[in-house]
């Protein structure tokens, strides 16, 4: 992070490495868009790669000071907010994002509550408590970005919310060995009562294997819905959304080649099938 001030360019720029440092499926799938609208995408990840670092990577720091810092993050960018401007190495790029296409501040408020909530729940009891859970951390980002996009049809709202959630919970299958150790569970316990699965046992069992399969027709069914909104979506951000969607379904199809088994190794797309994902798609628009 810089130590000194920095222009709105630079804010950007950093924006834009910290989505090409952590969040790559996301940063390959902006290369379709049309420039003048990769940066707005860029602000609104590191907003939420902001926001998560102060969860998940201050090591072991109290939880009370974690969540002081994380409401201290959204004091300074609400105050920025209505100041109109911030000079915060992140923040001055979101502030300028949620101006330029009059992105509504509650969308942020909802996603800092469910950061809130990773600092104190640590497993959520049914589908519709996690929901609730995933409508700031994952439904809000599909609704901070249709302004961006810029859909034809206004029936793109709840699409872009189901695609959210497809995503979140596409992570919550890949993640659930490393959210074991942050000490979370993201699978709704109602699921692992019925098929009889110790998440905390690590084992890849028959009933694991069924509670996946399970779990990712929910998550294809949310896709399913995801599609009639891209459907919606002007053709350069239709091909922008379709690429992050191939890409992240692709992860489910990787939990599935390897039998299911996510405590033995990470399903992940390599880099290779991103880049040609996205060339298939810029190279009709020229790059």
Not at 35 to 53: E, I, M, N, S
Not at 132 to 143: F, L, R, T
Request: glycine share 6%.
């Amino acid at each position: 992070m810089p130590s000194g001030p920095v222009t709105i360019g630079e804010s950007y720029a950093l924006c834009k490495e910290f989505n090409k440092r952590h969040g790559t499926t996301y940063y390959w799938s902006t290369k379709v868009l049309p420039p003048d609208k990769r940066p707005h995408v860029h602000a609104l990840y590191g907003f939420c790669r902001y926001a998560d670092d102060i969860v998940d990577d201050l090591g072991p720091v109290p939880t009370a000071e974690r969540e002081a810092a994380l409401a201290s993050f959204g004091e300074r960018f609400f105050r920025d907010l209505q100041a109109g401007a911030s000079t915060d190495p992140v923040l001055m790029a979101v502030v300028d994002t949620v101006q330029k296409f009059s992105l509504d501040p509650q969308c942020f408020r909802r996603f800092l509550r469910s950061m809130t909530m990773d600092l104190t729940v640590a497993s959520y009891d049914t589908w519709a408590d996690l929901l609730d859970y995933m409508d700031g951390s994952a439904a809000v980002i599909g609704e901070m970005m249709l302004p961006i996009l810029e859909p034809a049809d206004a029936a793109a709202f709840g699409h872009a919310r189901d695609l959210g959630n497809a995503f979140q919970l596409t992570n919550f299958l890949r993640d659930i060995n490393e959210d074991l150790d942050r000490g979370r569970m993201y699978v709704p316990q109602e699921d692992l009562r019925r098929f009889g699965v110790d998440l905390t046992a690590r084992t890849c069992t028959s009933q694991f294997i069924e509670l996946m399969k399970f779990e990712i027709d929910r998550c294809r069914a949310l896709y399913a819905s995801a599609d009639l909104g891209i459907a919606m979506l002007p053709a350069r951000s239709a091909r922008c959304i379709r690429a992050a969607r191939t890409l992240y379904s692709r992860i489910l199809e990787r939990i599935e080649s390897q039998n299911y088994d996510v405590f033995a190794r990470r399903a992940s797309v390599p880099t290779w099938q991103k880049a040609i994902v996205v060339g298939r798609l810029v190279v009709p628009f020229g790059g």
